[in-house]
């Protein structure tokens, strides 16, 4: 075992095997999917926020060359709900009502999908409207009305406080209050949304696939919604172009498009436009937040009190709300890294006309980010203290871990003040200072903001997953070539790699000796899927059980072939050998021979074959990663632009796999972080109509947004398996923050605060209009 | 009203000639990827914004959502299919794989041939160049910053060369 502790490919720089597929153009989406008879899917969506549909005529559509079909609830009467959480649930197709524009009606099964277009616009649909319900504080005092009739708007309401929280708030010296607010956004992956069901004509079952981040899920979801046995339903996922937690859902279309692939008797595939991934992705973030903050002379926090609400849209997204996400975990983490003793927190998540809200990647942590971090910034410039001394005076201490929060969330071991530190000293913080008071001289505003982190990470379960632990197939072919099967569902973030990393070192074998196998349900043991940062520490770390599992035996094998000591074995590049004695080795291909083909031979007690499976669920129910972000902007005042000029980021996600994907995951986070701080908002009008349908409305980082970033690792491992945190979220719950502490404190001079994501160019000039404030 | 009119259509795509039956309506992306069967080219928004179906046209970057396949007729087509050599990558898809230029890889395609006309172009870009001429290709997974490696990287192996 001791030779196992120095692992060769972990923690190594390796090129990703996936590359060679997606460089030359032949990796397979899912609308590379097509199949002969192949039908398409376009959807009649409602153009009404809140309505009874009064009438539908969808004669002509029936009616027009080359549609197969057309459903609508009667043909499909399933909604999507958990009972025992919400009273309320969507059916796949409106019955009845619309409760939100771009709910799919009815779907129209045609040749092609320009065919069934074409008839979508001919059917006609009577509305008959509803007061539209589009704003959070007035929807949660039931304004101007119940979203559902029968449940209040308020489907989630919870309350916190530590027990002298009042008494703290009343015996400090200063206080301030806050409103932060984050604007709708979407993950907005490349690749849309889709969905291709048919009957798999070797076995007669309902074979989907899906452009999923949950295989296993989204299978127990179609074959329980549609009641179909699971073991008559495959679920396949392609190559996925993105998913970001928006992938995590079961959505009315999956269940639908199978649906019609049985009713049809043909395959059918839906792919989303990207009109309709505005409108029907799930939503996320959207969140209000009224706080207020105790504080000490010398800048020590002591108290905070957050209202914390959501807008959940029209009906819980399923299985989960995302404005639960939002909220509920907000609140246990809303101190961040920050040692806050006192705290009361309200949580409520309300209905509205608008699409559901689910996941986005760092889910509930940009927004407790931009508060947390917010509130520092406030406290300091109210103090007159510098920002980074008030977050070295907060911040928690080495010796204070295992650190249980205010909320009662139990920090594991992290560098929490190390990463200030260092961060500070890779953007040159003192000189900063100087430049920008030069620079304010000839009337530039250049600013720094800092962003310290921490993500709960491997949680025991997640958005993603409906279990927490993790599974691990392994085979051994007779020819020594490794199969290692996950029950992950990546979307672009290298498992086929990082996995056979891992079992590299585990097994002995050759990197390239290992294939990883993912997103198929009849090849991928069952496991909780991709999201929540947990298929780095738990995949990973049931790669490792497996992989030692594995190990074990073969080192009985070679132990008895060899005729040496178990103890003195050794495992490498495709060999095992006789400590001390290279020359006395056997190959795992002549160990996997005789697993298989010279079976007298295998040593007692083992089976034939070199198979087995593993699963993996954590000791702790998660685990902390944690990290400081530096930006840097300069705001032109007088057109209100903002640009990112300058980045830093020091991480500490514990064990790394591979810290090339880990800094390229930090990187994808930075570049959505200023998104979310400068450009992406999904908004709705006051009659319920999404105005940002296009990409030329809902604007995403280009490349020329984007500053070079810097990046320096931190490793306190966790006490998981192989010591691996998560770290997907990381980037994106610290960025925004970052950079809007970055333009407020270059606005200091106007004594501005951005109190709102993102922070528009009409915003910062109306922050700068007036005389400058000092 | 019938289905699909369909006329006959010639596209010159990587070197070859393709004889097609085509609706004059069908994008050059949709007749690339389902009647020709070149799927490297994707489909990413459909209003011209993302760039992930960008193709060269006469070696130009252009989107193929944006036109009909019968307004190529006459035009050189490449995909990414057309500048992967016939066994392993070419010097800037492997300059993508050893930089981490990629994630997910749906965008990787679009970006590919956007860097290739740039060197072609401006075999000196810098990075500031790079930045811009790839501002027309939409990557949400990379941060681009790896991306911008890959392109540099490539161009001085280009320079050595």
């Given amino acids: 075992m001791a030779q196992a502790m120095r692992p060769q490919m972990m923690g190594a720089r390796v090129s990703r095997t996936e590359d060679p597929r997606l460089l030359s153009g032949q990796a397979r989406f899912l609308d590379d999917i097509q199949v002969p008879g192949m039908l398409e899917v376009a959807f009649v969506r409602s153009t009404h926020a809140a309505a009874k549909i009064v009438q539908m005529d969808l004669r002509e559509v029936q009616q027009y060359p080359g549609v197969q079909a057309v459903l609508t609830y009667d043909d499909c009467p399933v909604q999507l709900w958990q009972r025992e959480a919400y009273e309320v649930g969507q059916p796949v197709l409106a019955h009845h009502e619309v409760s939100y524009v771009g709910q799919p009606i009815a779907a129209i099964i045609a040749d092609s999908r320009y065919v069934a277009e074409d008839a979508a616009e001919l059917a006609r649909v009577e509305y008959e409207d509803l007061p539209p319900v589009t704003d959070m504080r007035r929807a949660i005092e039931e304004n101007p009305r119940r979203v559902h009739a029968h449940t209040p708007n308020v489907f989630f309401h919870k309350e916190y406080a530590t027990p002298s929280v009042e008494q703290a708030f009343a015996q400090a010296p200063h206080h301030l209050r806050a409103t932060f607010r984050t604007n709708r956004q979407t993950a907005l992956s490349l690749e849309a949304r889709g969905t291709a069901a048919m009957v798999d004509t070797a076995t007669g079952r309902l074979t989907v696939y899906a452009s999923t981040q949950s295989p296993h899920r989204l299978r127990e979801d179609i074959s329980g919604l549609l009641g179909i046995p699971t073991h008559q339903v495959r679920l396949i996922v392609p190559e996925v172009g993105g998913g970001f937690g928006m992938k995590a859902n079961c959505y009315p279309e999956d269940i639908v498009v199978a649906k019609a692939a049985l009713m049809c008797r043909k395959p059918v595939k839906w792919v989303s436009d990207r009109t309709e991934s505005l409108l029907s992705d799930v939503h996320g973030r959207d969140d209000i937040h009224d706080v207020e903050v105790a504080f000490a002379e010398d800048g020590k926090i002591v108290a905070l009190r957050d209202h914390l609400m959501a807008d959940g849209g029209a009906y819980p997204a399923y299985p989960f709300s995302g404005a639960v996400g939002e909220t509920s975990l907000a609140s246990r983490v809303i101190t961040g890294p920050y040692d806050i003793p006192h705290l009361a927190t309200v949580i409520d998540c309300t209905y509205s006309n608008k699409m559901p809200l689910g996941a986005y990647r760092g889910v509930w942590g940009p927004v407790a980010s931009f508060i947390q971090e917010g509130i520092v910034d406030r406290v300091a410039r109210h103090l007159g203290m510098d920002p980074a001394q008030v977050r070295l005076r907060n911040i928690i201490q080495p010796h204070q871990f295992p650190y249980r929060n205010a909320a009662g969330m139990t920090y594991d071991e992290g560098s929490y003040q190390a990463c200030l530190q260092q961060a500070l000293e890779l953007m040159d913080y003192e000189g900063f200072r100087k430049r920008q008071q030069e620079l304010r001289q000839q009337e530039r505003y250049v600013g720094l903001g800092i962003s310290a982190f921490v993500e709960p990470t491997a949680m025991a379960s997640s958005e993603a997953g409906s279990v927490g632990y993790e599974s691990c197939t392994i085979q051994i072919d007779a020819t020594g070539r490794v199969t290692a099967a996950f029950g992950l569902g990546p979307t672009g973030q290298g498992h086929e790699t990082t996995m056979a990393q891992i079992l590299a070192d585990q097994l002995g074998v050759r990197f390239e000796d290992i294939i990883v196998l993912h997103g198929d349900t009849d090849s991928a043991p069952y496991g909780g899927g991709t999201g929540g940062s947990r298929s780095g520490p738990i995949g990973g770390g049931a790669a490792l059980v497996a992989g030692r599992q594995m190990r074990e035996r073969l080192v009985k094998y070679a132990a008895s072939l060899l005729e040496a000591g178990e103890e003195d074995i050794e495992l490498g590049d495709g060999k095992a050998w006789v400590a001390g004695v290279p020359e006395r080795y056997i190959s795992i291909r002549t160990i996997a021979e005789t697993a298989y083909t010279n079976v007298t031979k295998i040593p007692e007690g083992l089976p034939i074959g070199l198979e087995l499976t593993a699963r993996y669920l954590p000791k702790s129910p998660r685990t902390f990663s944690n990290g400081t972000h530096i930006a840097i902007v300069e705001v032109d005042v007088s057109t209100g632009s903002v640009a990112v000029t300058g980045y830093g980021v020091v991480n500490d996600c514990g064990r790394l796999i591979n810290p090339t994907i880990v800094e390229g995951q930090i990187l994808g986070g930075v570049a959505q972080g200023i998104g979310a701080a400068l450009l992406e908002a999904l908004h709705y009008d006051e009659s319920g109509q999404l105005v940002t349908t296009s990409l030329m409305d809902y604007l995403l980082p280009e490349s020329t947004d984007m500053p070079r970033v810097m990046m320096r690792h931190l490793e306190t491992p966790s006490d998981g398996e192989g010591g691996i945190k998560g770290m997907a979220e990381g980037s994106l719950i610290a960025s925004p923050a970052a950079i809007a502490n970055a333009v407020s404190d270059a606005l200091a001079p106007f004594d501005a605060f951005v109190d709102t994501l993102p922070v528009t160019p009409e915003m910062i000039l109306e922050m700068t209009r007036g005389e400058l404030a000092r | ?161």
């Fill in chain 2, 1 to 161: 009203m019938a289905v699909e009119q369909r006329i006959g259509l010639t596209l010159w795509v990587n070197g070859k000639e393709h004889l097609l039956e085509a609706s004059p309506r069908w994008s050059l992306a949709d007749v690339l990827r389902h009647q020709i069967g070149l799927t490297g080219t994707h489909v990413g928004c459909e209003q011209g914004v993302c760039g992930a179906c960008t193709v060269l046209l006469d070696g130009q970057p252009t989107r193929s959502c944006l036109m009909f396949a019968i307004q190529a007729q006459g035009h050189e087509i490449t995909t990414v299919e057309g500048v992967t050599p016939t066994e392993g990558l070419s010097p800037l898809q492997q300059s993508f794989q050893s930089h981490h230029a990629l994630q997910c890889g749906f965008c990787t395609p679009g970006i590919l041939l956007t860097a290739e006309a740039l060197l072609a172009d401006n075999p000196t870009a810098d990075e500031e160049e790079i930045r811009a001429a790839l501002s027309g290709n939409l990557c949400r997974c990379t941060g681009y910053q790896f991306i911008v490696d890959a392109v540099l990287a490539a161009r001085e192996q280009r320079r050595d060369a």
